[in-house]
């Protein structure tokens, strides 16, 4: 059952029920620390953090882009958004919730300027909104990841950055 979907970008007052909403939806608390520690580190790009919310204002749904950098050993780095976590709480999940919140983040990284987003995520689920496998594009993950699972969504035309993806602090990677 799909409906929809009011998005917009997560204020200072949505903190906590991002958290919750980001607690629910995993199985540990991690991905709500991560939230909270990128939203402390120079990776945080304001306007990139959206919330799905419901008729009754209840936030359902997040998606956060934050800035990670992709570079070759001792080549240029270019800048990118890294798209993680997605979070949608279980009671609204397959209503439509993530995808309005992911297409909105993804807008709002377009009209910022931003040139490629990666995720490392489902490869059911995110082609959708155009990801492809980031190895068409020459990145990779400083880890072993399924080669499907890792991809990456141009953001504008012209070239985009390739290699390593290094990502924020929190990350812990």
Same mark, same amino acid.
């Given at each position: 059952?799909?409906?929809?979907?009011?998005?917009?970008?997560?204020?200072? *007052?949505?903190?906590?029920?991002? %958290?919750?909403?980001?607690?629910? *939806?995993?199985?540990?608390?991690?991905?709500?620390?991560?939230?909270?520690?990128?939203?402390?580190?120079?990776?945080?790009?304001?306007?990139?953090?959206?919330?799905?919310? @419901?008729? +009754?204002?209840?936030? =359902?749904?997040?998606?956060l882009?934050?800035?990670?950098?992709?570079?070759?050993?001792?080549? %240029?780095? @270019?800048?990118?958004?890294?798209? #993680?976590?997605?979070?949608?709480?279980? &009671? %609204?999940?397959?209503?439509?919730?993530?995808? =309005?919140?992911v297409? $909105?983040?993804l807008?709002?990284?377009?009209? &910022?300027?931003?040139?490629? &987003?990666?995720?490392?995520?489902? /490869?059911?689920?995110? /082609?959708?909104? @155009?990801?492809?496998? =980031?190895? %068409?594009? +020459?990145?990779? $993950? /400083?880890?072993?990841?399924? $080669?499907d =699972?890792?991809? #990456?969504?141009?953001?504008?035309?012209?070239?985009?950055?390739? +290699?390593?993806?290094?990502?924020?602090?929190?990350?812990?990677?």
């Amino acid at each position: 059952m799909t409906q929809p979907w009011a998005v917009r970008p997560e204020t200072a *007052a949505d903190r906590a029920a991002v %958290r919750r909403v980001v607690t629910e *939806a995993f199985p540990t608390p991690a991905e709500a620390d991560l939230v909270d520690a990128l939203r402390a580190d120079p990776a945080w790009l304001p306007g990139l953090s959206w919330v799905a919310t @419901g008729p +009754g204002g209840e936030i =359902a749904g997040h998606a956060l882009l934050t800035r990670c950098r992709i570079a070759e050993p001792g080549g %240029r780095a @270019g800048d990118a958004v890294a798209l #993680a976590p997605v979070a949608v709480r279980p &009671a %609204r999940q397959r209503t439509g919730a993530g995808t =309005a919140v992911v297409g $909105a983040a993804l807008d709002a990284a377009r009209r &910022a300027g931003e040139t490629l &987003a990666v995720v490392l995520g489902d /490869p059911a689920y995110y /082609p959708r909104f @155009g990801f492809v496998p =980031a190895s %068409r594009f +020459g990145v990779r $993950a /400083p880890f072993e990841v399924p $080669a499907d =699972a890792l991809m #990456a969504l141009p953001l504008r035309d012209g070239p985009v950055p390739a +290699g390593t993806i290094r990502y924020p602090a929190p990350f812990g990677v």
